[in-house]
């Protein structure tokens, strides 16, 4: 869409007198009337926007391809999901890797590593495994957002594939990002962090790995989530940074670098929303993304 000055007018004035998103909404229920859906312009949305919960799940599964951009084929993909569910989760009861009794997150891990062909051994389901850890913290994100069990699944499978795919080589750069704009942002934070030892401990798996799955509170997970999904783990790095300068003060009071860690891994839950958007502006600062150009 071009940009239009009279737009953009509307826009700051329905965010000055509270209703921030408005016209973002109609303009994704445009994107949204196009057959087929262009993938690019759903993508460029996201990035720039926060997604409407009342079209959030659907715009994540065009995305991730779990729905066709053509929408007259919608249903019948959709049904397609809904069987290869089925069978997959049939599948793991006739083997008796599952039962009654197995807890949905780890019936989604069964049946993820079924179609990804990494089942182990029945003898050593129960074994502890730090990716199996990921994918669990994902996974019990994901079910306190999306209701419907065939959705949870697809969203948390092709969530986890296209993070691998597309991110894999990435995410063992993003601590070293995070250091650099740190040290833009609050030199004498990162420079406690190093003498005390706790730069090289904070939790970047909890972060980087995980996604900040079980860090954030789901109502502003699926913000940052928005943002991963259509393309971007850089806001992985700038989350991480809001929450290291929102607690400034308290890590600057903590020595020890187990102290941090601690503090990092169960940060207050009330304020997390503030820190999400104030993380999306520092990435629309530092990526020199126009917020109001869509």
């Not at 989604?108 to 129960?126: D, G, K, N, V």
């Not at 020890?256 to 860690?261: A, L, Q």
Request: hydrophobic share 40%.
């Amino acid at each position: 869409m071009a940009d239009d000055p009279q737009r953009n007018f509307r826009s700051a004035y329905y965010e000055k007198v509270g209703f921030r998103g408005v016209e973002e909404k109609k303009s994704l229920e445009i994107l949204l009337k196009d057959n087929p859906l262009d993938l690019e312009k759903l993508s460029t949305f996201s990035q720039r926007f926060p997604l409407p919960s009342m079209y959030r799940i659907h715009v994540w599964k065009v995305m991730l391809g779990i729905l066709p951009p053509h929408s007259d084929s919608h249903a019948l993909v959709g049904s397609y999901r809904k069987e290869q569910y089925q069978d997959i989760l049939q599948a793991l009861e006739v083997m008796r890797y599952i039962s009654s009794s197995t807890p949905s997150t780890h019936v989604y891990l069964r049946m993820f590593q079924l179609e990804s062909q990494t089942l182990p051994r029945c003898s050593e389901a129960s074994l502890p495994d730090e990716e199996n850890e990921d994918f669990l913290s994902i996974s019990r994100a994901m079910e306190e957002i999306v209701d419907d069990p065939v959705d949870c699944y697809w969203l948390i499978k092709c969530f986890v594939n296209q993070f691998h795919t597309k991110f894999g080589d990435s995410v063992p750069h993003l601590p070293k990002s995070l250091e650099h704009y740190l040290s833009q942002e609050e030199p004498r934070l990162l420079n406690h962090l190093k003498n005390s030892g706790a730069l090289h401990q904070l939790p970047y798996s909890l972060w980087f790995r995980r996604c900040f799955a079980g860090c954030l509170p789901e109502c502003s997970l699926q913000r940052v989530w928005d943002k991963v999904i259509s393309g971007s783990c850089k806001i992985l790095v700038f989350v991480a940074l809001e929450i290291l300068l929102s607690y400034k003060i308290v890590l600057m009071g903590i020595n020890r670098p187990e102290g941090v860690v601690k503090f990092l891994c169960n940060i207050p839950q009330e304020n997390t929303d503030a820190i999400v958007t104030k993380a999306i502006d520092l990435w629309h600062k530092y990526s020199g993304t126009l917020i109001h150009a869509i």
